[in-house]
């Protein structure tokens, strides 16, 4: 058995000032008692967690998850040095033979054997979407739900899809949604011009997460006079809704961090990078399958500087904006990347330092470097 000494472990509500025991991938246990053990990592004065859990990644270190396994390895190794643990690969809108085939590889790549950390599933950005909200994403392969398409394909692939963005206005009857729910699919509002009634039919149907909270989420209308709420405000509205936000300090000014940490409280709330491939690297223009975009004022964005087309974030950053920026305290920004995520995916082994979970453990000082990454208890920083 191992073991990591720390003053500055971090629970989901407090800081402790103890021993992390792990032995065979999991955690032992989390006290201040002294147990024998064969070796000891000394962590005095660095702030130890749970593993971070990015559930919203296009890729990093040159490398796509829409592309092949090795390609979509390697983009997770680029992460895990960055303290994500698991990672939800996304697949942007495409045909859907593509999306499907990069799905199908992200799920080969979940049981290869030179994956270190965790790939939770593919996550699947569209194609159904909302052409009005489509922000980087490829207007020409956005449609309506198509069942001929989506239900073979789910009832082949579910276990390695862990959950898909869609727009609910366009889900006639609510058939996606309840397709995904039966599956055990995380379904996820994004790219979306939905009102309230769409929202609400939705949630009512098992859509608990908004993707990228005002990224391309629509928000309060009026028709004829009439106020109607969009997304946004449909997400504070309704207390089961979890929303997720791209934490880099670009999308999101740390004013507006502060309001939707203020509105829905970090149990509420996950941390994503939406990092494309460049993330990691010196380049400075890509493509995001056919959207062209540069990388400036460290964000990337469509080549007439009309919006953003994604981040070159990584989980450590999304760490360090939250506390530093925003404001936010230690264990409740840590929980956005751990707990809450794993909550919402339904994880019931990671996220959290205690007995029985994965030995997925950071470590980082005060300004958010990091100084040690274990994944199922191997060391990997």
């Not at 085939?101 to 950005?125: C, F, N, V, W, Y």
């Not at 007439?304 to 360090?320: C, M, Q, V």
């Not at 939250?322 to 919402?344: H, L, S």
Request: proline content about 3%; charged content about 25%.
């Amino acid at each position: 058995m191992k073991r990591i000494k720390s003053d500055k472990i971090i629970l989901t509500d407090r800081i402790f000032d103890g021993y992390v025991y792990f032995e065979g991938g999991k955690i032992v246990e989390v006290t201040d008692r002294e147990l024998p053990v064969a070796e000891e990592y000394d962590m005095t004065g660095l702030y130890v967690s749970a593993g971070f859990i990015d559930i919203h990644a296009h890729g990093g270190g040159g490398y796509r998850f829409e592309g092949s396994v090795d390609e979509i390895i390697a983009a997770c190794e680029f992460h895990l040095a960055h303290g994500t643990t698991s990672i939800c690969p996304t697949v942007s809108a495409d045909s859907f033979e593509f999306m499907a085939g990069a799905g199908q590889r992200i799920g080969k790549a979940m049981s290869d054997p030179r994956l270190r950390g965790t790939i939770l599933g593919a996550h699947m950005e569209g194609p159904y979407l909302s052409k009005k909200q489509a922000g980087a994403q490829c207007p020409a392969h956005i449609t309506e739900p198509m069942e001929m398409d989506y239900l073979p394909y789910i009832e082949q692939n579910a276990s390695s899809i862990a959950r898909w963005s869609y727009a609910p206005e366009n889900d006639a009857g609510e058939k996606f949604a309840k397709a995904l729910k039966e599956h055990g699919i995380v379904a996820s509002a994004g790219h979306t011009d939905a009102i309230y009634d769409d929202m609400l039919r939705a949630f009512e149907n098992g859509c608990r997460l908004v993707t990228h909270l005002y990224s391309c989420t629509s928000t309060i209308t009026r028709d004829h006079g009439f106020r109607r709420l969009g997304v946004i405000e449909t997400a504070y509205l309704l207390d089961g809704m979890y929303v997720e936000i791209i934490c880099d300090g670009k999308h999101l000014p740390p004013e507006l961090i502060k309001l939707v940490y203020k509105s829905k409280g970090a149990d509420r709330i996950a941390l994503i990078t939406d990092s494309l491939s460049l993330a990691g690297t010196d380049a400075t223009h890509g493509f995001m399958q056919n959207t062209e975009y540069i990388i400036e004022d460290g964000v990337c964005k469509l080549m007439d500087r009309s919006a953003f087309a994604g981040s070159i974030a990584t989980a450590d950053r999304l760490l360090r904006v939250a506390t530093k920026e925003a404001g936010i305290p230690i264990c409740e920004a840590v929980r956005m990347m751990t707990a809450t995520p794993a909550e919402i995916m339904g994880l019931t082994d990671k996220g959290q330092l205690c007995g029985g979970f994965d030995a997925d453990i950071v470590a980082f000082d005060e300004d958010i470097n990091l100084t040690a990454v274990f994944a199922k208890g191997n060391k990997i920083v």
